[in-house]
């Protein structure tokens, strides 16, 4: 029997393993979402009976900034934040805030009508309506009761 030493690390990402399976069974939304660049903007991801809606944190930027991309049943949110302040940043005693480039994707699931995706971005806040497709909705059958 081999000894392995423990690595808290490997323990966290299986548990993170296991919770996005556990979303993708439950609602078909792919949370291995794919982040790259410099900086990673917060989203949130809501899924309602009509659509899945997408928010995301982009303060600082204009909506010439981002461009936003369906490709393969693929959603793609880029862009980039400039740093706003002409002074060099040798004269800034902390930058919190996070600036560059950024690239979020999604896998969307075959319940999403792509043709009728609509973007707004207002305040800061960019808000991606994903209408489901009308034949994936769910429908209520009512039942016709007979009298004998």
């Known amino acids: 029997?081999?000894?392995?030493?423990?690595?808290?690390?490997?323990?966290?990402?299986?548990?993170s393993d296991r919770l996005n399976r556990m979303f993708e069974e439950?609602?078909?939304?792919?949370?291995?979402?794919?982040i790259t660049g410099s900086w990673a903007p917060a989203v949130d991801v809501y899924e309602s009976e009509n659509a899945i809606e997408i928010k995301a944190d982009l303060p600082g930027m204009?909506?010439?900034?981002?461009?936003?991309?369906?490709?393969n049943n693929m959603?793609?949110?880029?862009?980039?934040?400039?740093?706003?302040?002409?002074?060099?940043?040798?004269?800034?005693?902390?930058i919190e805030r996070q600036y560059g480039s950024f690239y979020r994707s999604f896998q969307l699931p075959n319940t999403v009508d792509v043709t009728k995706i609509n973007a707004n971005f207002k305040n800061g806040i960019l808000e991606l309506a994903l209408p489901k497709r009308e034949e994936t909705k769910p429908k209520k059958i009512s039942i016709n009761v007979k009298q004998k």
């Open 1 to 15: 029997m081999a000894i392995t030493k423990y690595n808290p690390l490997r323990e966290m990402m299986g548990l």
């Open 75 to 94: 959603l793609t949110i880029k862009g980039e934040r400039k740093f706003e302040n002409e002074e060099k940043r040798e004269s800034y005693h902390r």
């Open 26 to 34: 439950i609602g078909g939304f792919n949370m291995n979402d794919e």
């Open 62 to 71: 204009t909506e010439k900034d981002i461009d936003v991309t369906v490709e």
